[in-house]
Protein backbone atom coordinates (compact mmCIF):
# COMPACT_ATOMS: atom_id res chain seq x y z
CA UNK A 1 0.00 0.00 0.00
CA UNK A 2 1.10 3.15 -0.84
CA UNK A 3 1.12 6.30 1.52
CA UNK A 4 0.61 9.71 0.56
CA UNK A 5 3.22 12.14 1.88
CA UNK A 6 1.16 14.85 4.11
CA UNK A 7 0.39 18.12 2.92
CA UNK A 8 2.51 20.85 3.90
CA UNK A 9 1.19 23.24 6.35
CA UNK A 10 -0.47 26.19 5.10
CA UNK A 11 0.69 30.04 6.77
CA UNK A 12 -1.69 31.35 8.87
CA UNK A 13 -2.08 34.05 6.33
CA UNK A 14 -3.91 32.03 3.94
CA UNK A 15 -5.92 30.74 6.53
CA UNK A 16 -8.13 33.98 6.33
CA UNK A 17 -10.38 34.92 3.33
CA UNK A 18 -7.72 33.28 0.95
CA UNK A 19 -8.45 29.79 2.08
CA UNK A 20 -11.63 30.14 1.38
CA UNK A 21 -13.67 29.56 -1.67
CA UNK A 22 -13.70 32.37 -3.81
CA UNK A 23 -16.89 31.55 -5.59
CA UNK A 24 -18.95 31.18 -1.99
CA UNK A 25 -20.24 34.72 -0.68
CA UNK A 26 -19.88 34.83 3.56
CA UNK A 27 -22.93 37.00 4.28
CA UNK A 28 -23.82 37.29 8.08
CA UNK A 29 -26.89 38.74 9.26
CA UNK A 30 -27.39 40.39 12.78
CA UNK A 31 -30.92 40.62 14.03
CA UNK A 32 -32.33 41.22 17.72
CA UNK A 33 -34.59 38.51 17.89
CA UNK A 34 -37.59 37.30 15.74
CA UNK A 35 -39.07 41.17 14.80
CA UNK A 36 -40.70 41.61 11.49
CA UNK A 37 -37.98 43.94 10.54
CA UNK A 38 -35.41 41.11 10.97
CA UNK A 39 -37.94 38.59 9.39
CA UNK A 40 -37.87 40.58 6.30
CA UNK A 41 -34.49 41.60 6.10
CA UNK A 42 -34.23 37.31 6.19
CA UNK A 43 -36.73 36.40 3.72
CA UNK A 44 -35.64 39.52 1.19
CA UNK A 45 -31.63 38.13 1.72
CA UNK A 46 -32.83 34.69 1.06
CA UNK A 47 -34.51 35.86 -2.08
CA UNK A 48 -32.23 38.01 -3.94
CA UNK A 49 -29.37 35.02 -2.62
CA UNK A 50 -31.20 32.75 -4.60
CA UNK A 51 -31.66 35.14 -7.61
CA UNK A 52 -28.04 36.67 -8.15
CA UNK A 53 -25.77 34.16 -6.33
CA UNK A 54 -27.64 31.10 -6.97
CA UNK A 55 -25.82 27.94 -4.63
CA UNK A 56 -22.88 30.32 -4.22
CA UNK A 57 -23.55 31.73 -0.69
CA UNK A 58 -23.51 31.16 3.09
CA UNK A 59 -25.29 33.04 5.27
CA UNK A 60 -25.34 33.31 8.78
CA UNK A 61 -27.88 34.74 11.77
CA UNK A 62 -26.83 36.38 14.33
CA UNK A 63 -29.34 36.80 17.27
CA UNK A 64 -27.90 39.73 19.24
CA UNK A 65 -30.30 39.06 21.63
CA UNK A 66 -28.65 36.09 22.42
CA UNK A 67 -25.21 36.79 21.18
CA UNK A 68 -24.54 40.85 22.33
CA UNK A 69 -21.02 39.73 22.68
CA UNK A 70 -20.75 39.54 18.73
CA UNK A 71 -22.00 42.98 17.60
CA UNK A 72 -18.26 44.24 18.93
CA UNK A 73 -16.57 42.34 16.05
CA UNK A 74 -17.88 43.62 13.25
CA UNK A 75 -18.93 47.06 14.91
CA UNK A 76 -22.70 46.72 14.24
CA UNK A 77 -24.70 50.18 15.22
CA UNK A 78 -28.19 49.53 13.83
CA UNK A 79 -29.94 46.54 13.31
CA UNK A 80 -30.78 44.75 10.99
CA UNK A 81 -27.41 44.78 9.50
CA UNK A 82 -26.14 42.47 6.96
CA UNK A 83 -22.40 42.08 6.69
CA UNK A 84 -20.57 40.53 3.50
CA UNK A 85 -17.55 39.04 4.91
CA UNK A 86 -16.31 37.21 1.66
CA UNK A 87 -15.31 38.17 -0.82
CA UNK A 88 -13.32 41.02 0.43
CA UNK A 89 -13.44 44.07 1.39
CA UNK A 90 -16.46 43.76 4.17
CA UNK A 91 -19.11 45.45 3.04
CA UNK A 92 -22.58 46.23 5.11
CA UNK A 93 -26.07 47.46 4.23
CA UNK A 94 -28.14 48.52 7.17
CA UNK A 95 -32.02 47.98 7.32
CA UNK A 96 -34.37 45.21 6.32
CA UNK A 97 -33.37 44.90 2.41
CA UNK A 98 -36.20 45.67 0.58
CA UNK A 99 -34.69 48.03 -1.49
CA UNK A 100 -33.13 45.66 -4.02
CA UNK A 101 -31.71 48.34 -5.79
CA UNK A 102 -29.94 49.27 -2.66
CA UNK A 103 -28.80 45.94 -1.43
CA UNK A 104 -27.35 44.72 -4.66
CA UNK A 105 -25.14 47.71 -4.80
CA UNK A 106 -24.15 47.81 -1.51
CA UNK A 107 -23.02 44.46 -1.97
CA UNK A 108 -21.32 45.17 -5.17
CA UNK A 109 -23.60 42.29 -7.22
CA UNK A 110 -24.63 45.58 -9.03
CA UNK A 111 -22.86 48.92 -9.99
CA UNK A 112 -24.12 51.88 -9.09
CA UNK A 113 -26.03 54.13 -11.55
Given at each position: ????????????????????????????????????????????L????????????????????????????????????????????????????????????????R???
Open positions: MKRKDPKPPVPLDELDAGSADPEVWALRLYVAGKTPKSTAAFKNERLCKEHLAGKYEIEIVDLLVQPQLAKNDQIVAIPTLVRKLPQPIRKVIGDLSDEERTLVGLQLPAK
